[in-house]
């Protein structure tokens, strides 16, 4: 078997895994096989809907194999494979191995017309073809880097903003973005709006210089069209309102290339993708909003698939990366991104449970899932009560475990944290315990400048604001630790991950977000959203909600309207605006991957033979 995990096509190297298999002992002949998604959105090769993960029917042009004569299809592991030897026969395409990198070469062909019109949803672009072509959209446009971190950038409303001015005095506002730095506010200057936002087609067709010297119209949803030759490519590039995406799609006899121009663009999707994983896109109505909603329904039952938290910096709970590269350096088939985190130390902020161990605990009561591998799970608002003991039975109560979330009282701090913790904010005190034992007492100076190792056998106790206990942990104090979680069933779950608010509860919209320590800003905010839900079946929905159809995307009570809509008796908001991502074999099916943010944690499908 040959296999790789780069394609060139027709010379553009792309990120795409692949594998040969020879036909049979004695032909020499191989059949190519390739990841469905990536094929979809490197080549336009549609994939249509399926109704059984292992044949999967396709359209490109003139060559549409339905049917009986759909491509097979296999999942292994985190990728689908497509045979795609006979489509490369009908399509004109080449193929050979070279090492790593598969090559596929299609027939040179060349833009013969381009025509533009007004249709009742928009503006229709039509590009002719003398044969068919790849083609790929890319999204021209690029967030511009920051030269400081903002903490409330403004498409992503879902990140704690508001300034923690005294701990002691305001111990449940919104965590700060950063609180290892002084409690100032940070004014941010809004950016200057944008007119639209630019997309490009690419298509592998050389296009005449008689053609370049067409004019086209503007409208109020196509705000500039341009068609400009690169190389062997042809570029149609359009700029569209923010928000918008090109609907693009093939057409065969003769061979056009269509670019449309609608609020709605979502083309709707059923694939049966892998047995116990069903891969849907399709729009959620509510009154006059039409929402793109795409969306991955799991068994949790099915054998084979497994469930896990996964992290960005694994084994570090500290970091951050794109939820397409955190995916697959895991090994996850299918991802969603999911709980709240601190943009400037990359920590968590609420609750990550694996194997029974806390990597961070909850925070305000939020809502949170957690789940075991016999397919049960449980959504609910979220509380860890721990109490360290004195010999004296006093009572100390522990306000957060292995958790960036800054306010007065005691953080505990376990070797699940890391080898070592330094104090997130000024003037603690730092107790260590080991073997259940005070062996340490010392100011923890100023945030971030002194380290403290966690023992192995023991934790960390972070003194912040009161001082009081500290008379009760002198050097050699044995203590008793008492845990609980209400609900008290989360307790015998091994995996919780964290979000809020809570949306769905028995099939009823239980939308609180005060309850969850959210503020009123936060819950005003429209946006691109995330969410997990369960349905009546017991499976998992892993949703990623887009913009209404030439508007904004969801508060938080449509929201929860859509998932309840979707069939949800349990739903539970993840963190969303720019970090919503939803990835499936090598790609991200909701979004371009230059316009998803770097995110800390993830929910991960894993699919073994």
Do not use: C
């Not at 292992?54 to 097979?72: D, E, H, I, M, R």
């Not at 399709?282 to 793109?292: C, D, I, V």
């Not at 005070?438 to 966690?454: L, N, R």
């Not at 972070?462 to 050699?476: K, M, N, T, V, Y």
Request: aromatic share 6%; proline share 9%; hydrophobic share 40%.
């Amino acid at each position: 078997m040959r296999q790789g995990r780069q394609v060139s096509l027709n010379g553009r190297i792309l990120p795409l895994t692949w594998t040969q298999q020879p036909e049979n002992s004695t032909s020499g002949n191989f059949r190519t096989w390739i990841a469905d998604v990536g094929l979809m959105q490197s080549a336009g090769v549609d994939l249509l809907s399926a109704a059984d993960s292992a044949k999967q029917p396709v359209q490109w042009f003139s060559v549409s194999l339905t049917g009986a004569q759909s491509l097979a299809a296999r999942a292994t592991g985190p990728y689908r494979y497509l045979d795609v030897t006979d489509f490369a026969r009908l399509a004109g395409w080449e193929i050979s191995a070279d090492g790593n990198i598969l090559k596929i070469t299609s027939q040179s062909a060349s833009v013969t017309g381009i025509r533009q019109a007004e249709i009742e949803s928009g503006d229709r672009i039509v590009v002719d073809l003398d044969r068919p072509a790849p083609w790929q959209v890319n999204f021209v446009d690029k967030p511009s880097p920051s030269p400081t971190p903002t903490p409330n950038p403004p498409d992503d409303p879902t990140k704690p903003a508001i300034p923690l001015q005294n701990l002691s005095a305001a111990p449940n506002l919104e965590t700060p973005d950063d609180p290892t730095k002084p409690a100032v506010p940070l004014q941010i200057t809004p950016a200057a709006p944008i007119a639209g936002q630019e997309w490009s087609i690419a298509i592998d067709a050389k296009v005449a210089p008689a053609l370049l010297q067409d004019t086209f119209q503007t409208s109020k949803q196509l705000l500039s069209l341009k068609i400009e030759p690169d190389g062997a490519q042809t570029k149609v590039k359009v700029k569209i309102p923010l928000g918008w995406r090109p609907q693009v799609f093939s057409l065969g006899n003769p061979n056009r290339l269509v670019i449309d121009i609608r609020p709605d663009s979502l083309v709707e999707k059923n694939i049966v993708w892998a047995p116990g994983v069903q891969w849907r896109q399709q729009y959620q109505n509510l009154g006059t909003a039409r929402f793109p909603v795409v969306w991955l329904e799991v068994n949790p039952r099915q054998s084979g698939v497994k469930i896990r938290p996964i992290l960005s910096n694994p084994p570090a709970d500290q970091g951050t990366a794109p939820l397409l590269q955190t995916a697959e350096v895991s090994g996850a088939a299918a991802a969603i991104n999911a709980g709240f985190f601190n943009r400037i130390n990359r920590l968590a902020l609420g609750p990550i449970r694996r194997d029974n161990k806390w990597l961070s605990g909850p925070i305000l009561n939020r809502g949170a899932i957690a789940w075991n591998d016999r397919g049960e799970f449980a959504i609910d608002r979220l509380t860890l009560q721990e109490t360290v003991i004195t010999p004296a039975n006093q009572p100390l109560p522990v306000s957060h475990l292995n958790s960036a979330y800054v306010q007065s009282g005691i953080g505990r701090y376990t070797p699940e944290w890391g080898t070592t913790y330094t104090p997130l904010s000024g003037n603690e005190i730092v107790v260590t315990v080991a073997g259940d034992r005070v062996v340490s007492q010392s100011p923890g100076g100023a945030a971030g400048t002194t380290t403290f190792p966690i023992p192995a056998n023991g934790y960390i106790l972070a003194l912040r604001s009161d001082f009081f206990p500290a008379d009760q942990l002198s050097i050699g104090t044995l203590l008793r630790l008492e845990t609980n979680t209400f609900p008290a069933d989360f307790n015998r779950f091994p995996y919780i991950l964290g979000g809020g608010p809570m949306l769905v509860q028995n099939s009823r919209v239980v939308l609180d977000a005060k309850a969850e320590g959210f503020s009123d800003a936060y819950v005003r905010q429209t946006a691109i959203r995330s969410a997990i839900g369960r349905n009546a079946a017991g499976n998992l929905l892993i949703v990623a909600v887009h913009n209404r159809a030439g508007g904004a995307g969801p508060n938080f009570a449509e929201l929860a309207q859509i998932l309840q809509q979707m069939g949800a008796v349990e739903a539970l908001n993840l963190d969303g605006g720019s970090s919503t991502s939803l990835y499936l074999g090598g790609s991200l099916l909701d979004r371009p991957p230059s316009t998803a943010a770097r995110v800390h944690n993830a929910i991960g499908i894993f699919i073994q033979p």
